[in-house]
């Protein structure tokens, strides 16, 4: 500090001390000079400005959370030591419109706008909080900051403002940010440069003023900045009133201070007091109450802390300092007393040598810290004193004492402000790092990805959407599977159904294997939405489509198609042996030019076995059933029902009689064992065909329903897991959901393959344990239990769609499945009342439209129903 700053600061505080106050609440306000990427620049001094991430410690391990908290710790000691830091935690409501723009460059298939718009209004209807985590550190004092007033005064004099930025010194700022930036990237908040736009937001949101966008970006300076960051306030003794551009009354702000703290804080848990920010709830004042509904809305306090790392050396001084007086004392206290000393003394002292002793041996140290709430209301002072006693009673919940700061509002709001300082020293706090490490300020809810479209709603502590593209893995090249796995009727088909949904509006080709017969919502969704969707129906009409010969390498279709045939011949027909003479025939018709399942009936045949003979006549007529002639059938030039173009396709088999999970082979029905193999086959043809070469250039997905059919017998096994390797090697996205999480766990191929895990309810513990496996929860009860009521609410009643995801980072958390309307998810129904209510209502439209037009509907509506099939 030079001999000018120190003398006009003594000048100062003089006046505080005699008002009995410091001299920093006097100081004047900085004035902001320059905004650059990561950098925000004033009058005094420079400050780099981080984006922290959250951590998704809501279903972390206990043991995790402490690993996680100590990491943090022993960053603050470490990267952070010696420097001025300030932590903001912010909340922005998630901007429909901000969405909608993003929708019309997203989609580019269907009823775009019709779309954007009705998540646009989706999200203002939630209105969401959005939470930011920014970190400023002071990097530089800035060269004027002696003489700041005094040129500034002398400059207003003459009329002039000299408040440029030499570009050599932005430049030096820039560089020392990004060395600090390196250092921070490898800490538990993986923190990054702040945006010019979110700095630039983050100063003008504290006028409670709209702004339009700062120009002249990446850096804003002059009156752009001028216009960020004025604001008109009026001190109360409990608030500050901010006035809008017109005079009025724009917000009610209330800054709390918390002078006390729990000697020891119990982390993990309740007590993280800057995670649970998004816990807190009030009762409006405004509103009417009805005891039917929750009529509590989130408070989202936002918090400012100030604090400063001491340095390893300057905090051993000052535990030695204490302990040293408290040594003193007690030497005092004994001559002067017959002996006797203060338990508190040599308490202090006690507790001094430990903590001397920890420091000494692990890498913590000391901070300062000044931590204060913000209480923001833009409807009623009323308002703000509700949500101000709110957060008053949840924190003394949790041992800690929050106040409103009385008559110092003006100077917490200030020393609120980036690029302001701290100004009330005197409510602030000495203790370990790893005591602001506990607060856990990034800790929360967080999962999907960065951008893509809205799959559902974050129902952890932290309030938010996630985001998730199916077919981001393969954009990507990484793993191209996505698992949805969970009980019937939990909304799982549902969820894979908006997920291909999404591809689809976004120009990809996506299939969907229809094998329970309830998948029809897919088609209707399609049409509600604009998006090209075709329906098809496998069976005698097209013959073999499902023919394994067809669509896998000859090396590897041999033994698929021997296995396919087993299958689907009788156990006595296995037992006897016909295994052999199917091999054989298979050889052979590999060998033909044009290889087929048809060509391997004829040869068995005429074989000269016997057992053949019989085998190829049963597969003959086989061949003429419904389910029996997409497999062994001899295919038309022309039939395939597929057609290398985007859009949704659901392909579905009438009569298909899947087997339960543990029916074995000897104990399958005729109509059982030919569906499996049928099954298998459209696998099979669906991946193969997504991945011809005229589709090559769209994104693909291939969504294949009760998966856990196949995996329920050692042959499946092996062959889904040939499947799903072959899809990675394509380049192909595959969407499976299943009942069984168990037997997919057998499955190497498929788990490497797997990016994402949708898990909703299972009730036996076999399932529960294998579904925390692959969601990588921790194993025990509380994860057993956690999946067991994941798709229940707090009384009971069933949410459909209510599930944990395991996104690609391996991030864990509990969310909701949403659609943007709810005719979207009528549409999308497998409920068969609902189907047949929508049937019913399509027929009754029908029929009513004909009568318009004066033509029999009964006859126009059954035509019309012959073209479609």
Not at 82 to 101: A, F, Q, T, V
Not at 261 to 281: K, N
């Amino acid at each position: 500090m030079t001999t000018a700053t120190k003398a006009s600061k003594k000048g100062i505080s003089r006046i505080g001390r005699a008002l009995g106050l410091g001299a920093e609440r006097f100081m004047p306000i900085p004035q902001l000079v320059a905004l650059a990427d990561g950098l925000v620049v004033s009058t005094t001094s420079a400050t780099a400005w981080f984006v922290l991430d959250s951590a998704n410690t809501d279903l972390m391990a206990e043991e995790a959370q402490d690993g996680e908290q100590d990491a943090a710790a022993l960053a603050l000691a470490k990267v952070l030591s010696g420097y001025s830091c300030h932590l903001k935690i912010l909340w922005s409501p998630l901007d429909g419109e901000l969405y909608r723009h993003e929708a019309q460059q997203m989609f580019v298939a269907g009823d775009v706008e019709a779309y954007a718009d009705m998540w646009a209004a989706r999200l203002a209807q939630l209105d969401l909080p959005q939470r930011h985590i920014l970190l400023g550190v002071k990097i530089a004092e800035r060269a004027t900051a002696a003489n700041a007033s005094v040129r500034g005064a002398a400059a207003a004099a003459f009329g002039l403002k000299e408040t440029a930025l030499p570009a050599a010194e932005l430049a030096e700022l820039d560089a020392q940010a990004r060395r600090l930036e390196r250092r921070l990237e490898n800490t538990p908040w993986k923190a990054r440069l702040a945006p010019v736009e979110l700095l630039a937001w983050a100063v003008s949101r504290e006028s409670h003023r709209p702004q339009p966008a700062p120009p002249n970006l990446p850096q804003v300076s002059g009156a752009s900045l001028v216009r960020l960051s004025q604001a008109r306030v009026i001190p109360h003794a409990d608030h500050v009133q901010l006035l809008d551009g017109r005079g009025d009354v724009a917000a009610w702000v209330s800054v709390l201070v918390m002078p006390t703290f729990p000697e020891a804080l119990v982390t993990p848990g309740e007590q993280e007091w800057l995670r649970c920010l998004s816990e807190i709830r009030y009762s409006r004042p405004d509103r009417d109450p009805d005891p039917d509904a929750d009529d509590e809305v989130l408070v989202c306090p936002e918090a400012s802390i100030r604090f400063e790392v001491w340095r390893k050396g300057a905090a051993l001084k000052a535990v030695d300092r204490v302990r040293q007086k408290a040594k003193e004392q007690r030497y005092s206290a004994a001559e002067g007393g017959a002996g006797e000393t203060f338990a508190e003394t040599e308490e202090t002292e006690l507790t001094m040598e430990e903590l001397r002793h920890r420091m000494s041996r692990d890498s913590m140290t000391l901070l300062e810290d000044h931590p204060r709430l913000i209480v923001t209301s833009t409807v009623s002072l009323e308002d703000l004193r509700a949500r101000t006693e709110a957060v008053i009673s949840y924190y003394a919940g949790l041992a800690i004492d929050v106040l409103v700061a009385s008559d110092e509002q003006r100077e917490l709001w200030l020393e609120a402000q980036i690029g302001d300082q701290l100004r009330v020293l005197d409510l602030g706090h000495k203790r370990e790092t790893g005591a602001l490490a506990a607060s856990m300020f990034w800790g929360g809810s967080q999962a999907g990805d960065d951008r893509g479209p809205i799959a559902g709603l974050l129902t952890g502590t932290t309030p938010g959407v996630v985001r998730f593209d199916v077919t981001a893995g393969s954009a990507r090249g990484d793993a191209t599977t996505t698992a949805y796995i969970g009980r019937s009727g939990r909304g799982k088909t549902t969820a894979m159904m908006r997920g291909i949904q999404d591809a689809a509006m976004q120009g990809s080709f996506a299939l969907m294997l229809g094998f329970k017969g309830d998948e029809i919502g897919l088609v209707r969704a399609g049409a509600y939405l604009g998006v090209p969707s075709h329906h098809v129906t496998c069976g005698v009409d097209t013959p073999g489509v499902a023919d394994l010969f067809r669509v896998l390498p000859r090396g590897e279709a041999v033994l698929q198609v021997v296995s396919q045939m087993l299958i689907m011949l009788p156990e006595r027909m296995r037992s006897a042996g016909v295994e052999t003479d199917l091999l054989r025939a298979a050889n052979q018709a590999a060998e033909h030019a044009e290889p087929a399942c048809w060509r391997m009936v004829e040869l068995l045949q005429g074989d000269e076995s016997e057992l053949a003979r019989e085998a190829g006549n049963a597969l003959t007529e086989l061949a003429r059933t419904q389910l029996g002639a997409p497999v062994l059938g001899k295919p038309r030039p022309g039939a395939s029902p597929l057609r290398p173009e985007p859009g949704l396709w659901l392909v579905q088999v009438p009569g298909l009689t899947l087997p339960q999970t543990d029916t074995k082979p000897a104990d399958m029905t005729m109509n059982e064992r030919v569906s499996l193999g049928l099954m298998r086959g459209l696998i099979a043809y669906a991946l193969t065909t997504a991945s011809r070469p005229d589709l090559r250039h769209l994104p693909k997905v291939v969504a294949v329903p009760e998966v856990h059919v196949l995996t329920g017998t050692d042959d499946g096994k092996r062959f889904l897991d040939v499947v799903a390797r072959m899809g990675r090697a394509l380049d192909l996205s595959l969407a499976i959901d299943t009942q069984d999480p168990h037997s997919l766990l057998g499955l190497e191929g498929v788990l490497e393959a797997i990016t994402t895990v949708f898990g909703f309810e299972q009730s036996t513990v076999k399932q529960q344990d294998a579904l925390a496996e692959l969601l990588r929860l921790p194993p025990g009860p509380a994860s057993r239990a956690l999946i067991q009521r994941i798709s229940k609410s707090l009384r009971g009643d069933l949410r459909h769609g209510h599930c944990i995801i395991r996104d690609r980072f391996d991030r864990t958390a509990t969310m909701q499945h949403d659609a943007p309307t709810e005719e979207l998810l009528r549409a999308m129904s497998t409920n068969p009342k609902d189907q047949a209510a929508d049937a019913q209502r399509d027929a009754d439209e029908a029929e009513s439209a004909a009568e318009k037009q004066g033509s029999d509907p009964r006859t126009d509506f059954t035509k019309a129903g012959s073209e479609a099939a």
